[in-house]
Nanobody, 114 residues
């Protein structure tokens, strides 16, 4: 399984970005799709997760600001990020659980300036 993530960039605080992650396999075959992030010197943390049934889970720090969604026709998972804060600056990674195995995309940098 290959995951291609894109959509990062530089944005001012209060702005928005949308990350996309295209999977080489049907998302319907996955158990979960998720976004993680890793800031310099910190561990990689879960940001948002969605099951194939549509259930979602968010880190407390992004609740109400970020939305994860899936387009099954495009085999793509999105992360809409609104009201961005400098603390959201990190490398964001797409993750997929297929058949109990974890797959990772390359990271995409998100930088929020104050």
């Amino acid at each position: 399984v290959q995951l291609q993530a894109y959509g990062g960039g530089l944005v001012q605080a209060g702005g928005s970005l949308r990350l996309s992650c295209a999977s080489s396999r049907s998302i319907r075959s996955s158990n979960t799709m998720a976004w993680y992030r890793q800031a310099p010197g910190k561990q990689r943390d879960l940001v948002a997760l969605i099951t194939t049934g549509g259930n979602t889970n968010y880190a407390d720090s992004v609740k109400g600001r970020f939305t994860i969604s899936i387009d099954n026709a495009k085999n793509t998972v999105y992360l809409q990020m609104n009201s961005l804060e400098p603390e959201d600056t990190a490398v964001y990674y797409c993750n997929a659980d297929y058949w109990g195995r974890n797959f990772w995309g390359h990271g995409t940098q998100v930088t929020v300036s104050s």
